[in-house]
């Protein structure tokens, strides 16, 4: 089997709340997605989608997933799809870095393997662990009344972990953290996810003040260090997100006790190839994950859904739905979320098939 064409389509996906706002003020109102199709000369296509969420949470953006397929696409035309350890080294040598321009193509390769095998990807990728995957909530950035009202209407529908958006005044986050672990039951999981936005001081200031809560801290600053520094000052969970990119920056974590948690974003990492052999390393060293992306609408839930059914329960910390959060639909057989859980398709492949009508003209067309 060979590949003999990649097209890209650009699709807008508003949200349903109107905005999702983060750390330092960072908004978007509508998300850019590019939607993936690398076909093979046995009539079998894989689908991916990349999502990046903006320009300013990492180095990534939209237009870049485009300019760079047209880069890397040419130079994988006639390569066996289903040797994803061929498609990942070869992407690696013509391409350096970029990873989430590579994770489409991969992701669109694992498709196709499953397709060819009739398997869906999570048993490719180690086979069913759970049945169902539980979900958490992104509590856009808000006022401390906002959010903590957001936290009761997703408690209704099912959720019961959450993470809140924070990171900027270091007073109105520490309010932020209080109002919604008040209105939350024991059980329920709070983390206050700052993405980066805080300073070392404002950092130390929060967790102080946060000392008596059951909250997990999420990615306090913008590097490696700082955030090693408030994990030492802080008894909190401690949850690393953006530093920890690749298999080196795990190992590093890892040797440093430098979190309890990760977030396994597919993209971030290059695909579901180095996905899985980070969620496979995170397992044997005892490290939850949450499972997830940038961003993206119903085949990159797809994707989460079948990484996270292949981990097993006590590591997977959380996962995402995204396909709920916006209001256009781009693939057919995407999970649902019932109850705050979801489930991969059982369908060969990632099982979804893409609403042509929806995406329109290709944008892109590499033969």
């Not at 349903?16 to 296509?45: L, P, Q």
């Not at 932020?176 to 008040?182: F, N, S, V």
Request: hydrophobic share 40%; net charge negative.
């Amino acid at each position: 089997m060979k590949i003999t064409a990649i097209k890209a389509w650009q699709v807008d996906l508003p949200l349903k709340e109107g905005r999702y706002s983060w750390s330092n003020g960072n908004f978007v109102d509508v998300f850019d997605t590019t939607v993936v199709a690398v076909e093979t000369d046995a009539g079998i296509t894989g689908y991916a989608e990349c999502c990046p969420l903006g320009s300013a949470y990492l180095p990534a953006y939209a237009l870049g997933v485009r300019s760079g397929l047209q880069e890397i696409g040419p130079k994988m035309l006639g390569m066996d799809p289903t040797n994803l350890g061929a498609i990942n080294r070869h992407m690696d040598a013509v391409l350096r870095g970029h990873n989430y321009i590579k994770a489409p193509i991969d992701i669109a390769c694992w498709d196709i393997l499953g397709k060819q095998t009739g398997l869906p990807v999570y048993t490719l990728l180690g086979g069913a662990a759970q049945e169902k995957v539980a979900l958490y909530r992104a509590i856009s950035q808000q006022s401390p009344e906002e959010m903590a009202a957001k936290i009761a209407g997703y408690r209704a529908e099912g959720y019961t972990k959450f993470q809140l958006k924070v990171g900027g005044n270091a007073d109105e986050d520490i309010a932020r953290i209080r109002a919604c672990r008040a209105i939350l039951t024991p059980s329920d999981i709070l983390v206050a996810d700052a993405n980066t936005g805080w300073t070392r001081a404002e950092a130390a200031r929060v967790v102080s003040a946060v000392a008596d809560l059951d909250v997990y801290i999420e990615q306090p600053c913008m590097s490696y260090e700082e955030c090693l520094s408030i994990r030492h000052r802080t008894p909190r969970p401690f949850i690393l997100d953006e530093v920890i990119d690749n298999v080196g920056s795990l190992v590093k974590g890892l040797a440093d006790d430098a979190m309890d948690v990760i977030n396994l974003k597919i993209s971030k990492v290059g695909g579901l190839t180095k996905a899985k052999l980070m969620r496979d390393l995170a397992v044997a060293s005892g490290i939850p994950m949450t499972i997830e992306d940038t961003w993206g609408g119903d085949i990159t839930t797809a994707a989460i859904a079948h990484l996270a059914r292949s981990t097993p329960e006590e590591f997977c910390f959380s996962a995402t739905d995204f396909n709920s959060y916006v209001t256009i639909s781009i693939a057919e057989g995407a999970p649902v979320r019932e109850h705050g859980f979801m489930t991969a398709p059982d369908a060969p492949g990632l099982g979804i098939t893409p609403r042509l009508d929806v995406l329109g003209t290709p944008a892109l067309h590499i033969a």
